[in-house]
Each structure stands twice: as C-alpha cells, then as structure tokens.
C-alpha cells in the first residue's frame, strides 16, 4: 500500500491530456484524496511537450516533487523527457502502435491499444477516455464515479458521445486489469468524504465574485486569462457585467468608470498589459477611486515566456503608476489562499479607496489543490458607501479627514453631484495649483498608510518549529514547495522553518521583525534572478540573509532544488 504517488500525464497540445488531467484530479477529489497538480505546457497549440504532474498524499501536499511514479506517455517525447525522473519501482503506460520509444531505467511498461480500441468504440477522438480507464485501473481506482463525472463533462453532447467515451474508459480499464494485474502497488482507500478541487484562477475568481464583484473587464493575456474566462462564465447567473476590452488601457479605465459609478470592479493581466495600464493606475490613485488589478506574473522582458512561471513583477507593481501613491499588494501561495486574498484586495482597496493588486502567476493559476471547504462569510462585501440621505452639504468628495479616508459617495447617487478630475484638486473635487492645497492633498493620500499598515490581512504566516536553525523566506507560489521542504527536512532531523509572505505591501515591518528576531540563518527563495524580494525584506527589517535559492528558467520550484542549492551550504547528508 502506498501512502503517496506522483503521476505525469504527458503529451503534445491537442492530444487531450489537459481532459484525461482534469476528469482523474476530480475523480480523486470526489473519493477524497489529498492532490496537488502542477501544469507544464509551451505556448503553442498544437504540438511541443506538455504535462501535468499530480502528485497524491496522506495530508495536503502543496507542491509536486521532481519525480514520476505512474507516466501515462501519450506520445515518445513523454518518455524520453520523463524516463530519467521515474522513481522505482515506476510504471509507463504508452500505447504500442504509436508510442515506439521505451524508458532507459528499466521501469515496468504497461502496453495498451489505446488507438484501436478508440477507433474501435466508435472514434479516435475518443483515445483521452481510453487512456483515462488505463490509468484508473494501473492506479486501482473503482471506476464507479466515472459515469457521473462523464455526464457533467459531455452534459452539453449527444447522449451517444457520453455512452462512446464511458466504454471507451471501461475498455482501457479491462484493457490493464487482465493483461497487468497488481501493475503497481495499489493506493490507500479514503473514506469517500469529498473534496473540492480549485486551482489558483478559479480560487482568485470565487474570492472577488465573493466579495461583491459587478464589473470585470480585461484583454486576454497568458497566464491571467483563466481568471477572467472562470468569472465571465459566471457573469450572467450573478449579475456581473463582464467586457472584453480592446486593449489594456481601455480594459483599467472601464474598471476605474465602473468604479466611480458604484459597482466593484477588476482587471486581470500580465506584465505588457500592466504596463499599458500604468497612467491609469494613477488616475484611480489620485480620484480616489477603488479598484483591483490581478496581475499574473510571465517570466523575461516583452513577451517573455508566455506560459512560464516567474516573479519578475514584484519591484514593477511596487512602483508602478507616475507620482507618490499607497497602493496594497498581496502576493497568495496556493489557490485557496488566493480566494480569501482576492476577497480582501477588492474590500481593502474599497475600504481605503486605492489600487489593490493581486500578484500571481503561472504557477499559482494553473495548479490545482483540494480543499474540504471555502469560508465565505470571511470574503463578505464590506459596503463603505455613503447613505445619500445622510451627507453634509455641501458634499466634498475629497474632504481632509485625519485617516485621510473621505466619505465616498459615487455618480449617480440622487441628489449628489461632485466633480471627478486626473489633476491635483480641491476637496470638491475642481482643479487647484495652489502649493498648501497641493501638500495637504499628498499627506492626504499617505495618511490612509496608518490605517493600512494596522490590517492583520496577509501577515506573514510561520510553518515549522519556533526554535528552528533555518528559516527559508519566500512570497506568493513559492510558499507551496517552501512549505514542503520544511516538513521533509524536518522529518530527516532538520530544524527547519518558513515565513511566506502574502502582503508586500504595505510591507508588514514589524511583524516580520518579530518573527525572525534571532534568526542567524535565513535563505529567501524567489523566483528572479535579482533577488527583488530579498531586497524588500532586508530594505524594510535591516535582517542579514544567507545565500538565496533562486530559479529564473520559468519553472516553478520543487522540494528536491530547494534541497540540492542548500544542502551543500550546511553540508547535509540528505
């Protein structure tokens, strides 16, 4: 019996293998296993080298290791890729008659007809279900909740489509159980109590919808665009109005409309895009106006490297927009992390009426974990609007108030008009250039930082002992495989410690102060290849770090890198 397994199904884009990924990861959700899925593919629709590596556990993994213990090859590449990461005893499953390569390590083969059964229940479109029976069976999974799942991914098709697919899915399956009986040591029974599969896109998605979402606007951008597919898919049944713009520029602006006319608004991109948005991330600054932009981080200057991982943006999102502003930034590690962070961004920006980002990336929105629930009532609209019958007249939009929050009304409130400006303006809101108006005005703007910096939300959060030697310092995604490494390290007699950061900013000074008052061996992990984060925390604490584990090949982070860079500085024998 095992007590955890790591899968990779691998495949060129268009053979299938995101459905065959998708249809396993909710079947073991629904049975009740602990999953942690990490998605690998090129920027390109057909063709090249994709994966998706799915890594099962007794307790909630957060990260997937380097390593293969079940391949499903759809195509050669898959095997030559993966054969040298296969851990014995390991099995490939691989179809004969299309598949010709065979791993160099020795690892058991199971051979399935995976195209002629296909092709004999009716279609080759239906080689994905083959395959998905194959592993099922390889893996001893009952195939009983199959049907149901089947029905839910074709509800849309022909009944003959849904019978075709779940013969073809017993067909592998039989396929496997009689020519490769007990292929590989069975996985532990859950006790059926289900889970809830999320991925960081759609946990980013629930989190804003949650608290109070009515306008989403965006130009589609790889890796932030799931964000916006999952939320318009929802838009019409929730009363959200979702636009497609035509550029970035317009896409932040309409937001920043949306918002001034009352309803909760976001924008996702990626860096390009961000920096398009640049001047209208000051025009939200200086009228005041809330708003929230998730910003999925790409790795390298430009295009870059579309659908790779990295945390290149950090130092960009810090400063971005001309002029001096408070803006918050969190930075969630895991998809259910970022449904309550998104939830907090859109509640804090309209709290203090400033820009919020959402800083993600690659890694973050397309992994997948389980969850056994999401508290809803902690993502809950917080209503800041001014009751029209209520307000001092004259109403000032811009009034000076020692928090430097003014009572916020918005266009179209009955009986309220006030004036809404990109310059430098007076408490009513009309153009001034006069210098003490001017001066107010700014430490207007940099006295909501009190309040700001008194939030709990997005503290640094400690996972390890309190006595521990080592502590690795990380942000956002990397929190996942940091964590990890932690719990493996101390398991081999380590005294290992993590800080994870969700908020950089307002950057939580005193609070990580605390937490690593004492510490002597402290290593940052990031992934950049400047250390931007590293930076930030020694800028903000004056602490000493030791030597950095970084990554900047777009690839996200697994506990055996982590562990390899840092065992030769304390020279462990791991």
Known sequence: MRNELTITIGGSAGQGLVTISHLLLTSLARMGYHVFASQDYMSRVRGGHNFMRIHVARSQPRSAP???????????????????????????????????????????VIEVPISFIAKEKGSARYENSVALGALFATLDLPLDGLGQIFEEQFAKKDSKVRESNTACALAGFEAVKQSYPQALAPLWREDGKGRYLLNGASGIGLGLIAAGLRFITAYPMSPSTGIFTYITNQARKLGIVSEQAEDEVA?????????????????????????????????AAITE?????????????????????????????????????????????????????????????????????????QHLVDSYITVDSLDTAKAFPINQLIDPQKVEKP?????????????????????????????????????????????????????????????????????????????????????????????????????????CFNRVAPFPTEAAKKLLRGKKKIHVVENNIQGQFERLLKSNTGVKTGEPVRRYDGRPFDTGYIIDRIKRRHKWRI
Not at 425 to 435: L, M, R, S, V
């Open 289 to 361: 106006t809330p708003v929230t932009i998730a910003n999925i981080m790409r790795p390298g200057p430009a295009t870059g490297l579309p659908t790779r991982t990295g945390q290149e943006d950090l130092d960009f999102v810090l400063s971005i927009g001309h002029g001096e502003f408070p803006r918050f930034v969190f930075a969630p590690g895991s998809a259910d992390e970022a449904f309550y962070t998104a939830a907090t961004a859109m509640n804090l920006s309209e709290k203090y009426q400033v820009p919020s980002f959402i800083l993600g990336d």
């Open 66 to 108: 380097n390593h293969t213990n079940v391949l499903m090859a759809l195509d050669g590449k898959s095997v030559e890729t993966h054969s040298p990461s296969l851990l014995d005893p390991a099995v490939v499953i691989l179809d004969p008659a299309t598949v010709k390569a065979r791993p160099s390590n020795g690892a058991r």
């Open 251 to 283: 896409a932040l602006n309409m937001a920043i409309g949306a918002s001034s006319c009352g309803a909760r608004s976001a924008t996702t991109t990626s860096g390009g895009g961000l920096a398009l948005m640049s001047e209208a991330v000051s025009l």
């Open 395 to 499: 109403y000032l939009r811009y009034k000076l108030t020692e928090d430097g929050v003014s009572p916020r009304a918005v266009h179209g409130m009955p009986g309220i008009r006030f004036i809404t400006d990109s310059h430098v303006h007076e408490e009513n809101g009309h153009i001034t250039e006069d210098p003490e108006i001017s001066m107010k005005m700014a430490e207007k703007r940099f006295a909501k930082l009190v309040g700001m910096n008194k939030e709990k939300a997005g503290l640094p959060a400690w996972h390890g002992p309190k006595n521990a030697d080592i502590v690795f310092v990380c942000f956002g995604s990397v929190a996942g495989a940091v964590r990890d490494t932690v719990d493996k390290l101390n398991a081999a007699g380590k005294k290992t410690a993590a800080l």
